[in-house]
């Protein structure tokens, strides 16, 4: 079938993007979605030096056409001549050859701009990272701190190097109803393919969509047999956590035209101009809930364009967590054969999984994905006459639970690693309840291959690899009693062979002395430095962590875990010595203005860190979302010092 040339009269031709993704001197990756195959010039004007107009032909630019006006245009452009780093390279992209961004995307322009720009930097000195963006949460985005240091003058050399997001850049298991109704409207106004379904009371997703259990009933879509009362409990209809937070799955997002809406609501304003405010049919107790979540989409959509214009302004690289395809994903093996186990949750794992792919994880690194990008093409040339829910379908998602090139590694200076610590775990054998490893022991031993002969390296793990240690008990607690999911019992010293390997990584000779953990995933924000006991010139791990894009913890329970770790686990504590981190020196940074020592930060926001030459991290700040000054990371030592000076200076 061939493909539609042009859009209906009243539809943008650019739907989304673009998106900047990993740039280098000699090759620019940028994704973008629109309402019609186009044909694309991107034209550079680096520094002082006179601008250049590249056609983004067949070989520069995939086109998977995904819905009768929906094209996802994948750039991936070589250059001859590679760009300068450290200065400002301003850029356009010429639709049919004329019409540039700020005709059609004027939104992603700063004042007085005329088009976007990008910095290549020569090392990384300073970053930006944060996970967990929900948009129904009531909590401001935290990506309009960037806009925020975007928008203020600086130069070329003070511009962040990368944008981090480390998890949760979507929410395809905790959807808000009016988040729900956009994506509707927006699959049928875009001709998003429809699906065939198996194991679900519904067979095909235009049904899925007008039965009256696809908004807050999901789970009563499961057939009404005993066996599925396992994959309801566990993955469909949410699993109740009183310690931390209630799992909400009543909206779960089920098909591949549901995901890849998603993913265009939350990165562009533009798909929100073409809906209305009509309401679905709802219970009474249903409508409630839904005027609810409509004040924080309402107040979400408004700030859309000041987000896009980070995305067009910062390179983005990115990796899943969780919730980017669905609630303690791979927890432990148990989880794995109840959801894997049944056709219906499977597909719904298994397009959130092709909706990462396209949107997310090939703009990381796009030579790992030729081979299933080609099974996408294929897949999406079958749906044009025949919708999605093919065999092939079915067998890609086979292939990509199988695919282990998720993480990625940058030649940057300090080295940048990036894990994928979802899909190769190190599996429990002896309790399939038992919450897995979150990397195994061959994918670990590729971590440290990576590492070896580096002075010093940057790792994202979404999960911190150093967290609260009363947290972690609680955790452990549950795990014992079989029930891991009650507290997203996700951390690396659940499982002791991983966190046993991952120390002696840290201890071998060959591999850093210094390295910067970043992560995310708790909704809470902490700096610990560790140092190896008993080993001279042993090297430095500093946990840094950043969560809550657009989320935060219970204030009041965080106060609480906060106030118990200190006192549970203070350096003279013997409970020390019953960690998994007893050779490990811990002394936390704390925010410069805690007033009782605290050691975590509650507030939506984005993590800023800068490095010093060696790689190490000089000053570390939390960027808070609500407008307050950032809160910078002091080293704990230095307050108690300027503690007990107080007095004497008095």
Known sequence: MPLPDSAPIDLPSVLAGPLLRRLEPDRLVLWLVASRPLQLTLRLAPGDQAECDHPLDDDACQRLVVGERAVIHLIDLHLDTPLPRDELIAYDLLVDGQQGIAEWAAHLLYDGATRPNFVLRSRIDHLLHGSCRKPHHPSKDGLLCADRLLAAPHVASERPAVLLHSGDQVYVDDVSGPMLRAIHQLVERLGLYHEKLEGAVVDNSADLYDHPASYYHRADL????????????????????????????????????????????????????????????????????????????????????????????????????????????????????????????????????????????????????????????????????????????????????????????????????????????????????????????????????????????????????????????????????????????????????????????????????????????????????????????????????????????????????????????????????????????VFPHIPKHSKSGERLWNSAGLGQVFFNTEGQPSRVFQLNADGSPRTEFIDDRDQVAARSEAPKRA
Request: with cysteine; charged share 20%; net charge negative.
């Open 222 to 585: 499961l057939p009404a047999l005993k066996s599925n009362e396992t994959l309801r409990e566990r993955f469909f209809g949410g699993t109740e956590k009183p310690i931390f937070t209630s799992s909400n799955a009543d909206n779960h997002l089920v098909t591949l035209a549901e995901v890849l809406a998603m993913y265009l609501l939350v990165w562009s304003p533009t798909p929100w101009l073409l809906l209305d405010s009509e309401v679905p049919e709802l219970s009474a107790e249903d409508a409630q809930r839904y005027d609810r979540e409509r004040a924080c989409i309402t107040a979400f959509v408004a700030n859309l364009g000041d987000v896009a214009r980070v995305l067009a302004h910062l390179p983005n690289l990115m990796i899943f967590d969780d919730h980017d395809i669905t609630d303690d994903w791979n927890l432990s093996a148990q989880w794995e054969e109840t959801a894997y186990g049944h056709p219906f949750s499977k597909r719904i794992i298994g397009n959130a999984l092709i909706g990462y792919l396209l949107c997310q994880g090939w703009g990381n690194n796009p030579d790992a994905f030729a081979e299933p990008l080609a099974d996408v093409h294929a897949l999406c040339e079958q749906a044009q006459g025949d919708g999605f829910g093919s065999a092939a379908q079915d067998q890609l998602i086979d292939d990509l639970m199988r695919f282990q090139h998720w993480h990625y590694v940058l030649p940057s200076s300090p080295a940048l690693l990036v894990l994928d610590t979802r899909t190769r775990r190190w599996r429990s054998e002896r309790n399939l309840k038992r919450p897995s490893g979150l990397l195994d022991w061959e994918a670990l031993s590729e971590m440290q291959q990576n590492l070896l002969d580096h002075p010093s390296a940057i790792i994202v793990s979404p999960a911190p690899m150093f967290g609260v240690k009363l947290i972690e008990a609680v955790q452990r607690v549950f795990s014992w009693a079989g029930h891991p999911l009650m507290v997203d019992a996700e951390n690396w010293m659940a499982h002791r062979g991983a966190a046993s390997v991952m120390m002696n990584i840290f201890r071998h000779s060959r591999t850093p002395r210094d390295y910067v953990v970043l992560s995310g995933d708790v909704h809470y924000s902490f700096f610990y430095e560790i140092k190896v006991r008993q080993r001279r010139n042993g090297p430095t791990v500093w946990q840094i962590t950043s969560s809550g894009v657009k989320n935060e913890f219970p204030r009041r329970l965080l106060d609480v875990f906060d106030r118990l770790n200190r006192w549970l686990y203070a350096p003279w504590s013997p409970l020390n010595w019953l960690t998994k981190r007893r050779r490990m020196q």
